[in-house]
Structures are given as C-alpha cells and as structure tokens.
C-alpha cells in the first residue's frame, strides 16, 4: 500500500511541516508507451483559451501581470526548545530554560492598492512578527492581521502602504478541468517563482483543514506546488487570481504533481467578511450531509450518484423547520448542481446568517425546491461579531463556544482556546481550538471568568474538554 503525504506548503526553519497522512486504496500506476506510428503534423490544431489561440506570449504576459501582486512572508515564532508540559504555568522558564524563535516562511497575494494581503492561516499561525517583503523593490513592511478564518485556512494581513499593485481576482466557478493555469510564489525561499500546469479537479476535499466546520472544495492542478508556495497565487491566462495555493500532496514533501488550491470565490467571500466584521460570517443549516457512493444510490433507487445525502437534521433547526427529512438528496443549491459534499460546503460558504437559499431535493424520486434561512453559530439570524477574550499572563485568547458547537457537542457551556502563544496554556498541551468544558469540575459560560480561575489556579488542576476533532479528553496536573 502506498502511502501519500499531504503537506501544507509553508517552509518552516528549512522542512516542510504540517503533515497529514492518508492511503490510496489500490493505486493506479500509468505507463507511457511510444506510438510506432509517427503523428500525422496535419491532425494538430492550436490550443486555444477562451477561444485566443495559446502561445508562449499568454504565459508571458500573465506572469508579467500576476508576479509584482505576490510577496515574501517571512514569520518568527517563540517556541521552547524542550517541551515541559508544566514549565509556563508556574510563571518562568522551563527547567531546562530552554526556547528560541523559529523562522518560516510563504507567500501572500496583494488585493489592493492600500496593502490588504491574502495568505493561508497556516503560514501565520502562531506568529509573533510578521514580515512582508515585496516583488518589485524588496522593500519590507511589518504586517498586522486583520483576522483569520481557521475554517477554510485564509487570513487577511495589512501594511501601511499606498498605491501597491494588486491582483484582479477571477470567477473560481467558470475555471474549467484542463485549463491552463500558472502558480506563482516563493517555494525553497526562491522567491518570485512562476511554474504552469493545468486543472486537474474542482470540489477536493484533503482532510488538512483542521477545525470544528471544515470547508474544503480545492482546485487541483499539476502546476509545480512546494513548500513556501503556501498564501501565493493561482492565476489563469489573463493573469487573474482563481485560487490561493495551499497544500500538495506527496511521497517526498516537494512537488510530485498533485496540488491544491482554495477557490478565488471562496477567498473573496472570507476577506470581504474580514474586513467589514472581523469576523466570518458563515450560515449554517442545521443539517449533516454526506456523499452518495454506488451502493447508496443503487438504495434510494436513482440512476446515479450525485447530490449529497441528509444523514441527521437538526430540532428546530433551519433544515428541521423548512421541511428537510433525513433521507433527502439535495442535488441543487441555489440552482448550482451538487454532486460531493465538499461543492455541497463551498456553496453554502458563499452565504451568510438570515441568507434564504433554495435548496432542490429528491424525495422518493420526485424533485421538490425548498427554501430555508441561514442562522449564525447562535441561533439567529444576526452578523456575528467577533467576541474574544485576550490573556496575555495565560498567553491565549479565550471565546465563548456558540450555541450550534453546544448542540452538537451535546455540552451547556464551553470556552474555545485560540491563538496560543508563549505563556502558561501553551504548557498545558492544549491544542489550538481546544473547547474547555471545566475546570476542576466548574464550568463556564463567559471567558473572563474561565481566565480568573485559570490564572489563580493551584494546587490539583483538572480540565476537561473537547478536541478540534471532537474527541475528549482530561488533563490533570499539579500548579504551585
């Protein structure tokens, strides 16, 4: 059996990181055969692209265009250099005493003339300084973020500058498999680097993104991916942008043909909510959906298996109280077919809470539309603003858990711990998004309670809590 590494394509400290790994069942292996028969000159015809004939020139002038928009980002994490699960929380060093900054580094796509900057969450996890250094005149900015969508792997950076150039975004839904597509970052530190491939899929869900309600629908191309492209542009003949480069997959952690990209459209939706919210406003329907295989649609007795089946609805809910039944294949949103769970993800991202979307289904083979109304992660049809609680004694931000992750965790109350950093919860062995549910026995329903308790804390400390992927578990530990 084969085994494929999926990397998240930033370059830290000289290695490529963030491995995920998955198998193929029964891989293919093509072979090239050389054809006996010479190829008749007289049967080639011209590539074309949007009806304009392909020449070296298309490339050319799509590299001209797209190059100046990519930037070098450069980061510098503390960590500690021995992991003592308990050095932090007693307030100093560690017993060894030892830590030290980490460097890495990727790419980012400019958007705007006055310094808005995309890039993957991934390449400024857990930054402490963020360093964004231009194509044109390698000047060097210090970069702030504006926020960060976990949920999809995006963040927005700014630099105070002005009149920058900046990249025109494209339509993600009109880029077709087969079409040219050029990828232009910063892999191995090499910086403004342009490589060509093609659409190879739309819809690909990787299983990278790490969260609560993952969003995964890339784009995969064979244009040349290696760490450090992570944040960089994929962009069409016309040099627009039609995604970010975000992750390849690999036996050797460098490029081996398979490549991963966010769509633009999705990109657009999250910075435009990070700008006017700082915060995403994502709208949720109550429901969980899952692909049809062959066997399932040889069940439900249709001719094929697109759509996406309904496995649980939520009571009361928006699927609940708009008519939805387990056992529903929705093949439409918004008439936009459906055919995978992933596009199924996409779609509904491109939407926001008190949205009403129209949702086509089969039931018993007949096709009905019905129309629900998004709700927040509250419940409620209102924008969402961004409510973290920042510590910088605990060296974390702390945010109430909302009512849908209650619900579905089946929990009353739980505090949500992100953005760790130096400090006494990075000695906990928590992990980035972990849901607090108590401590010591007391649960919590606002954040600064939980971090007065959790700052005094001593003597027998117990957490309990729940895992970005829902898994449980206990942490016990004696505090001085």
Known sequence: MK?????????????????VFFKFQNPVVLFTQQNSNPINSATISTANYKGVPITENNFVKA???????????????????????????????????RRGPVSSSGSGVIISEDGYIVTNFHVVKDANTIEVILNNNKHSYSAKIIGTDPSTDLALLKIEAKNLPHITLGNSDNVQIGEWV?????PFNLTSTVTAGIVSAKGRNINIVNNTFPIESFIQTDA????????????????????????IASNTGSYNGYGFAIPVNIVAKIIKDLIEYKEVQRGFTGMDVKDID???????NINNNLGVYIQSILTDGPADNAGLKVGDVIIKINRKDIDSKS?????L???????????????????????????????TTAIMKKGTVSSESLGADFQAVPKLEKDKYGIKNGIRITNIRQGRVASMGLSEGFVLIALNKKEYEKPEDLIQDLER??????????????????????SY
């Open 349 to 379: 991202a491109y939407n926001r809470p008190g949205d009403k979307v129209t949702i086509s289904i089969l039931r018993n083979t007949k096709e009905i539309d019905i129309t629900i109304t998004l709700l927040n992660r509250e419940g």
């Open 343 to 347: 596009i199924f993800d996409e779609q």
């Open 294 to 300: 062959a066997g399932l649609a040889e069940k439900l």
């Open 182 to 186: 050029l990828a232009v970052g910063n």
């Open 224 to 247: 040349a991916i290696n760490p450090g492209n992570s944040g960089g542009a994929l962009v069409d003949l016309e040099g627009k942008l039609v995604g970010i480069n975000t992750a």
């Open 3 to 19: 085994k494929i590494v999926l990397i998240a394509t930033s370059f830290i400290s000289g290695i490529a990181g963030a491995y």
């Open 457 to 478: 804390a001593r003597g027998q400390v117990v957490i309990e809590g729940i895992f970005p992927n829902g898994g449980r578990g206990v942490f016990s530990f004696y």
């Open 63 to 97: 590299s001209q265009i797209a190059t100046p928009t990519v930037v070098f980002i450069k980061t510098l994490t503390n960590q500690r250099g021995y992991n003592d699960p308990f050095g932090d929380f007693w307030g100093g060093m560690d017993f060894f005493g």
